[in-house]
């Protein structure tokens, strides 16, 4: 199974989205429940291992402030970028990654098509935790651990 960790926004945040893409272009979405901001990613993993080595990287870290903004693309995988409010995400980020062969580009993939260019400011939102997803498929993922921050 693959996992990775994410910060998946709430329930007000994704329908500030969604509304801000509704009748947009043409796009093949990503399925709104699928909608997360990798933290991690570490391929291939045993989840139990990789449990404790999530909860262990969160212990002491503080539950970041983002946003969400723009949109970008990686070829034609689109998404809209993060807007760290506060430094504490950068350091999330950084303890949860365990592959420097990428930098890290925090993003919300919202579909695949040719590139957008629309100008977004959603609302902030604290992280409240961390989850551990597992992927079978795309866009099919699992819930196998959620880490709450403390506070």
């Known amino acids: 199974m693959r996992l990775f960790t994410a910060a998946i926004p709430p329930p007000a945040v994704l329908d500030h989205l969604a509304a ?22 570490y391929g291939e993993d045993d989840p139990e291992t990789r449990v404790s ?16 903004t723009d949109t970008g693309n990686f070829g034609h995988t689109l998404w809209m970028g993060v807007s760290a409010v506060d430094s504490s995400f950068t350091a999330l ?8 062969r990428h930098d ?3 993003h919300l993939t919202i579909g695949h098509g040719e590139r957008l260019d629309l100008a977004y400011s959603g609302p902030q939102w604290t992280v409240d935790e961390v989850v551990l997803l597992g992927a079978e498929q795309r866009y099919e ?7 709450r921050f403390a506070g």
């Open 20 to 41: 801000a893409l509704d009748g947009v272009g043409n796009v093949d979405w990503v399925p709104r429940s699928s909608w997360h901001i990798t933290l991690g990613y």
């Open 53 to 68: 080595w999530v909860r262990e990287q969160v212990k002491g870290l503080v539950a970041p402030t983002i946003s969400l």
């Open 93 to 100: 980020g950084e303890a949860l990654r365990c592959d420097d």
């Open 104 to 106: 890290w580009h925090p």
């Open 141 to 147: 993922y699992t819930v196998l651990d959620r880490l």
